[in-house]
């Protein structure tokens, strides 16, 4: 079974620049999580995704931070305009369902902004 | 929101040792995960363990949850334990699954 799959896995760009990540959950999984984990902290959720509808946002910064869910498939996860504090790993995690069951985490987008 | 507190925060040990990681956290939780988190950055599920014992290889975790605690075990580590180590709580309720982690236990294991 393929994991979760994410790209690019870095990205360097400078403050006041957009960029978007990219994320393939494991295939039958109906719930997605986007992640930001900042160096020497474990991972904040940012959105939850149930197929294609919004779960919870609350930690999302919307004056900057967006992602859909097409489909209910792939996700992107756009920050537009970066600023200095947003360098962080961000990670994808999906699960077969919304109920108490395991999240899967793919291997991280490493974004660096100067 | 629930606070997860980690210990302890920095471990270092030589090939052959055991160890036992501690995981506190402020409320009740549905749910509690392990997780281990490579050099790579990847992160591996360890274990899902809400409650009870549970036990896979060199590992086992036990949760206490009527006394908020959870303990990981490594036994004979080796240089591949190292990394770091996450708990992760939900304490959510209702259908909304949502992990809030801990800042981890850096392990290094030393050949």
């Known amino acids: 079974e393929a994991g979760v799959a994410q790209s690019p896995r870095y990205k360097i760009i400078e403050k006041r620049q957009s960029v978007a990540f990219w994320c393939n959950p494991i295939s039958g999984h109906a719930t997605l999580y986007w992640y930001q984990q900042i160096l020497g902290q474990g991972p904040k959720l940012l959105i939850q995704f149930q197929n294609n509808g919004v779960v919870d946002d609350s930690q999302l910064p919307k004056d900057r931070f967006s992602a859909e869910r097409l489909k209910g498939v792939d996700s992107t996860l756009k920050i537009q305009p970066a600023k200095l504090e947003d360098s962080a790993v961000y990670l994808c995690a999906s699960s077969l369902w919304e109920g108490k069951e395991t999240q899967y985490f793919g291997p991280g987008t490493r974004l660096l902004v100067l | 929101g629930i606070q997860v507190e980690q210990s302890p925060p920095d471990l270092i040990l030589q090939e052959g040792a055991n160890s036992t990681l501690r995981c506190n956290f402020s409320d009740s939780v549905n749910n509690l995960q392990w997780f281990h988190q490579n050099p790579w950055g990847q992160l591996i599920n360890l274990f899902y363990?809400?409650?009870g014992t549970k036990q896979n290889g060199r590992l086992s975790a036990t949760t206490v949850a009527t006394e908020r605690y959870s303990l990981l075990y490594i036994s004979s580590s080796q240089t591949t334990d190292s990394g770091v180590y996450f708990c992760a709580v939900d304490a959510s309720g209702g259908s909304n699954y949502k992990l809030t982690f801990g800042k981890g236990t850096l392990l290094t294991v030393n050949p």
């Open positions: 363990i809400p409650s």
